[in-house]
């Protein structure tokens, strides 16, 4: 089976927005954190999400955390870009 350098890149991108909304999900259910599937999602989501929320912090009146949301619009840009640049390469 031959992959190429665009597939490898949209399914990387792609696992990545999946596991975004995994944690979505995971946040509205009372889960171990320690937990060592939950644990590696909050881990490799946190570095996106973190930024995220200090642009678009939860307002007192209406907490909820629109940093997932935010971070696939952004991850769907930056897919595009790289997507672009990887055809222009190769």
């Known amino acids: ?3 190429s ?3 490898i890149v949209y399914v990387a991108f792609q696992v990545y927005s999946w596991l975004i909304f995994t944690r979505v999900l995971l946040s509205w259910f009372p889960v171990n954190p320690y937990n060592p599937i939950i644990k590696f ?5 946190e570095p996106l ?6 642009i678009m912090p939860p307002s ?3 907490p909820i955390d629109f940093s997932p ?3 696939i619009v952004v991850l769907q840009f ?3 870009f790289v ?3 990887v055809g222009k390469i190769f």
Do not use: G
């Open 41 to 45: 999602i909050y881990e490799i989501t």
């Open 69 to 71: 949301i935010l971070a």
């Open 60 to 62: 007192p009146a209406m």
């Open 83 to 85: 997507l672009m640049l």
């Open 78 to 80: 930056v897919e595009r």
């Open 1 to 3: 089976m031959h992959f």
């Open 49 to 54: 999400l973190a930024p995220m929320r200090r």
């Open 5 to 7: 350098v665009a597939q």
